[in-house]
Structure formats: C-alpha cells, structure tokens
C-alpha cells in the first residue's frame, strides 16, 4: 500500500474474502497510536517528510476552470484530486474524481460550469479543503483524514498558498520507514 496500492484483496484457499483498505490500516494506527509513540504524537509533517516536493507534486487548478478543463488536467497529469486556488493562490476548494460520483445525464451539464460553481451546485454549500501546516503533528494529520473521511490533506503556507499534498500512500510510506516503527522492547 506504501507504493500507491490502495485496496488488496485476502484470498483465503483461492478465494477472496475480504478486502483490506489504506482506510483500514489508518483506522488500526488510529486506534494503536499510542504504540507508535513519538513518532506519531509528536513529529512534525516536516520531519517526517511528508512535504518533499520531490514525491508530493502539487498541480494546482484555478478555481474558474470548467470542470471538463480540470478534469483533463487531471487526467493528463495521472492525479486524482487537485486544489482550487483563487486569483491570489489561495486554495478554496479541493475537487477529486470523487465529487464526480452522483454525475448523471441530468446534471450532466453541469460539466460545463467553473469548477467551483459545479462543486456548489453539486453539494449545495462550500467543502473548505482541509489543510496543515508543516509544524502540525502526524498524529493530527491521521486524525483529519478520519475525522473529515478525505483522501489528501493539503499543506498550505501561513497565507493559504498550497505547498504540497499528504495522501493515504504518504502516510503509509511514513509508517513503513524506520523512524517510524518503535523501537524493541527491553524486558528489565
């Protein structure tokens, strides 16, 4: 799941019979933070690198684009959400491939509004994106993606300018990374 996996399936004798989730493993370290220590409690977005730029490409998409423009945006650039910004750079909203689900040929018009436009018609109100700040723990990073049942957090500077994104598969590289992973028990 570390490399972008996001569901596996658990065959048993050839058979599937469950499927486990990123959502899942998250719900598990959720519920056993406390055997990840420090690591989780009190490192930083930053010291965890969870922000380089290197692995966390940001496409940004002006919050005025039709919705077909940022959906070929996406497409071409293999990402499954993207931050709106305003004319200032400051993320308004976020858009994924998820808010596409109750598409029908009804609403299907709706395609051709401004993507913010779309999301407001869509849901009836304005989804403010969920954010951190470098200085913000793991252990809140964790707690947003449950809390708000979202797929990316993204990273913002003190004036709301996106600087990179936190996804599931962020998380779980930072898991399976040494800092991460308490060190042996001792019997004294």
Not at 139 to 159: M, P, S, T, W
């Amino acid at each position: 799941m570390a490399r972008g996996v996001h569901r596996l399936a658990v065959v048993e004798n050839g058979t599937v019979v469950n499927i486990v989730s990123q959502w899942d493993i998250l719900m598990l370290v959720l519920a056993r933070v406390s055997f990840l220590g420090t690591a989780v409690e009190k490192t930083t977005v930053e010291e965890a690198k969870l922000v380089s730029k290197a692995f966390n490409l940001l496409f940004k998409v002006p919050a005025d684009s039709d919705v077909v423009d940022t959906l070929k945006y996406m497409n071409e650039n293999g990402v499954s959400g993207v931050p709106l910004v305003d004319d200032t750079g400051k993320i308004t909203q976020n858009f994924s491939f998820t808010d596409m689900l109750n598409l029908t040929s009804v609403n299907f018009p709706l395609l051709a509004l401004p993507t913010k436009e779309f999301l407001l018609r869509v849901y009836g109100f304005i989804k403010p994106p969920v954010v951190c700040h470098k200085t913000d723990t793991v252990e809140n990073i964790l707690l947003k993606f449950a809390c708000y049942g979202i797929h990316r957090v993204y990273v913002v500077d003190d004036c709301l300018h996106p600087e990179a994104v936190i996804t599931l598969t962020d998380v779980m590289q930072f898991l399976l990374r040494a800092e991460a992973r308490p060190g042996p028990v001792c019997a004294q």
